[in-house]
Antibody, heavy 122, light 107 residues
Framework: EVQLVESGGGLVQPGGSLRLSCAAS????????MNWVRQAPGKGLEWVAS????????YYVDSVKGRITISRDNAKNSVYLQMNSLRAEDTAVYYC???????????????WGQGTLVTVSS | DIQMTQSPSSLSASVGDRVTITCRAS??????LAWLQQKPGQAPKSLIY???SLHSGVPSNFSGSGSGTDFTLTISSLQPEDFATYYC?????????FGGGTKVEIQ
């Protein structure tokens, strides 16, 4: 059974940093795009970042560009989200999600982790 | 960026009802449209991709239709476990974007 387990969330002060991890199992990790999606308290879903199977392409929502970096280690079946210069508006549950592609690089989510809460507050 | 607009934002229905949720894209997204379900306190669950293809294990009372800019999620006979919030999402281009959600509540 596909599993995605996030870790690394917590309370951080504005301007601080945090590194989220997502450990994947029960599938060939290196064959899938991986993604982070967040949800602020009481709000809807917001895509944050995506990384291609081999890490050669990365995409970000504008609001995090220059502050957040997605990376992956295919040998460790893990994807990461390095978050710097955190702001109150980054407070959210961060979900790791696997994505499939049937053709070209049109990716759609299929499996999700349970999420990890990041709270940015002084 | 492609904006996704869902309607209604919430609805009340009874078990056994047929429920329809609509989603409109701000530009043509061809068939790159997904639907997700989220229950309170839980992670999202992917239901449908490519407008109408069901993910493995998704009950057949869920169906999707549409093309271009206008899409529909239909629950043919609402079950107790279907009370949740539903999101549409486009993957025609980055940034990937979601609709605002439709909360389906018990009448």
């Amino acid at each position: 059974e596909v599993q995605l387990v996030e870790s690394g969330g917590g309370l951080v002060q504005p301007g601080g940093s945090l590194r989220l991890s997502c450990a994947a199992s029960a599938f060939t990790f290196s064959r899938y795009w991986m993604n982070w999606v967040r949800q602020a308290p009481g709000k809807g879903l917001e895509w944050v970042a995506s990384i291609k199977e081999d890490g050669s392409e990365k995409y970000y929502v504008d609001s995090v560009k220059g502050r957040i970096t997605i990376s992956r280690d295919n040998a460790k079946n893990s994807v990461y989200l390095q978050m710097n210069s955190l702001r109150a508006e980054d407070t959210a549950v961060y979900y790791c999600a696997r994505a499939r592609t049937d053709y070209a690089d049109y990716i759609y989510f299929d499996y999700w982790g349970q999420g990890t809460l990041v709270t940015v507050s002084s | 960026d492609i904006q996704m607009t869902q309607s209604p934002s919430s609805l009340s229905a009874s078990v056994g009802d047929r429920v329809t949720i609509t989603c409109r894209a701000s530009q043509d997204i061809r068939n790159f449209l997904a639907w997700l379900q989220q229950k309170p306190g839980q992670a999202p669950k992917s239901l449908i991709y490519d407008v109408s293809s069901l993910h493995s294990g998704v009950p057949s009372n869920f169906s999707g239709s549409g093309s271009g800019t206008d899409f529909t999620l239909t629950i043919s006979s609402l079950q107790p476990e279907d009370f949740a919030t539903y999101y549409c999402q486009q993957y025609k281009s980055f940034p990937l974007t979601f609709g605002g959600g439709t909360k389906v509540e018990i009448q």
